[in-house]
T-cell receptor, first 116, second 114 residues
Framework: EAGVAQSPRYKIIEKRQSVAFWCNPI?????LYWYQQILGQGPKLLIQFQNNGVVDDSQLPKDRFSAERLKGVDSTLKIQPAKLEDSAVYLC??????????????FGPGTRLTVL | AQSVTQLGSHVSVSEGALVLLRCNYS??????LFWYVQYPNQGLQLLLKYTSAATLVKGINGFEAEFKKSETSFHLTKPSAHMSDAAEYFC????????????FGSGTRLQVQP
């Protein structure tokens, strides 16, 4: 079974530029998450999708961050314009979300963003 | 609301020694609790999870954790450390059914000395 795919793996941009990250979840997984992991901290949820609908985006800085999951499969996270404090690893995860029991979240390798 | 506190950002043990990584949680509802491991430049891998069944949970690579409601703790242990255990470990909590997003602790970096 293929895992969660993310690209690019690394990105370096200057502040005020825009950047986009792509995530392809495990086939059949209805729920997709984007987490931001700043160096020395644990991952923090940015946005959660159930199929192509947003479940939780309460911690997404909507003035500069946007995300979409067209057709309920892959997803794109965009930052425009980037700030220095956006330097982090952006992790994508997916889970089955079948029934009431907890379904394991599977994480991709992440995209490491450096904003200069 | 849920939160997780991991005591000790760095833990160093000798190879063959006991590994103990501490995690305390706060949750307004019965929680689901998890331990993840992260190797350099890789994503997170689930070690084990507690989802209201047995309070002693066994995971991969010889790790286990015990859910103690009275202490609001979910400490991770391994009887004998191996060099390959060196990594970053994250404790996480979820409110269970419904919203499934994880709230992570700040992580503990485990070093294993030869």
């Amino acid at each position: 079974e293929a895992g969660v795919a993310q690209s690019p793996r690394y990105k370096i941009i200057e502040k005020r530029q825009s950047v986009a990250f792509w995530c392809n979840p495990i086939s059949g997984h209805a729920t997709l998450y984007w987490y931001q992991q700043i160096l020395g901290q644990g991952p923090k949820l940015l946005i959660q999708f159930q199929n192509n609908g947003v479940v939780d985006d309460s911690q997404l800085p909507k003035d500069r961050f946007s995300a979409e999951r067209l057709k309920g499969v892959d997803s794109t996270l965009k930052i425009q314009p980037a700030k220095l404090e956006d330097s982090a690893v952006y992790l994508c995860a997916s889970s089955l979300e079948a029934g009431a029991s907890y379904n394991e979240q599977f994480f991709g390798p992440g995209t490491r963003l450096t904003v200069l | 609301a849920q939160s997780v506190t991991q005591l000790g950002s760095h833990v160093s043990v000798s190879e063959g020694a006991l590994v103990l990584l501490r995690c305390n949680y706060s949750s307004s509802v019965p929680p689901y609790l998890f331990w993840y491991v992260q190797y350099p430049n890789q994503g997170l891998q689930l070690l084990l999870k507690y989802t209201s069944a047995a309070t002693l949970v066994k995971g991969i690579n010889g790790f286990e954790a015990e859910f103690k409601k009275s202490e609001t703790s979910f400490h991770l242990t391994k009887p004998s450390a191996h060099m390959s255990d060196a990594a970053e470990y994250f404790c996480a909590v979820s409110p269970g059914a419904g919203r499934r997003a994880l709230t992570f602790g700040s992580g503990t970096r485990l070093q294993v000395q030869p």
